[in-house]
């Protein structure tokens, strides 16, 4: 069976300093990658999205990067945290863009 | 962009009924998806809608009208367990590509 691995489950980072997430996906091959944002009382909002190996796209501009080294894995990143960057951010992946995609556990972040 | 309208807050009795709506616009729409999730939890998958219909799977049911943009999901008897957010999902394609745009949720409180 396919599994989704995230961590860390939260992370406290002060502004400015770098940020590091990582995800990877087991049980599949060349699934589709995803990273989301949930900020406080908004939707759940498409950060990246990869269908494979180094190819990403970014739906939101900011100072987030994402990059996909291995069929399996998402890495989510950023050089300089700003506050507005706290969250609750997901991984997750898909068969194909149009099935239904399964969630990692989430991490929550808190730029102070 | 495509707008996902979903109720804030919604409260129901243990045993009752709930109907939770969702409405979508309808151009390059390919499906509805509805998600549950538990505070602090990642979302989880509970039914995909592409034809206009309701598709039944144990409590849960979930209605679709394509031409109306509209798709409810059904929650019976409910149970203290099903205190959670529920988010609507729609996906839509254009220009070789797919993307998923979620609701902000629902969140529903049962009391006893």
């Known amino acids: 069976s396919q599994t989704i691995h995230q961590w860390p489950a939260t992370l406290v980072q002060p502004v400015g300093s770098p940020l590091s997430l990582e995800c990877t996906v087991e049980g599949t091959s060349n699934p589709n990658l995803y990273w989301y944002r949930q900020a406080a009382g908004r939707g759940l909002q498409l950060l990246f999205y990869s269908v494979g190996i180094g190819q990403i796209s970014s739906e939101v501009p900011q100072n987030l990067s994402a990059s996909r080294p291995q069929d399996r894995q998402f890495i989510l990143s950023s050089k300089k945290l700003l506050l507005s960057d706290s969250g609750f951010y997901l991984c997750?992946?898909?068969?194909?863009?149009?099935?239904?995609?399964?969630f990692g556990q989430g991490t929550r972040l808190t730029v102070v | 962009g495509q707008n996902i309208d979903q109720p804030t807050e919604m409260t129901a009795t243990e045993g009752a009924i709930v109907q939770i709506n969702c409405t979508y616009q309808?151009?390059?729409?390919?499906?509805l998806f509805w998600y549950q999730q538990h505070a602090g939890e990642a979302p989880t998958f509970l039914s995909y809608?592409?034809?206009?219909g309701l598709e039944e799977k144990g409590r849960f049911s979930s209605f679709l009208s394509r031409s109306k943009g509209y798709s409810y999901l059904l929650l019976k008897e409910l149970q203290m367990k099903d205190s959670a957010s529920y988010l609507c999902?729609?996906?839509?394609?254009?220009?070789?590509?797919?993307?998923?745009?979620f609701g902000k949720g629902t969140k529903l409180s049962v009391i006893p």
């Open positions: 309808t151009s390059g729409f390919n499906g």
């Open positions: 809608n592409v034809l206009d």
């Open positions: 997750a992946w898909s068969p194909s863009m149009w099935t239904e995609a399964f």
């Open positions: 999902a729609a996906l839509y394609s254009g220009a070789g590509s797919y993307q998923l745009t």
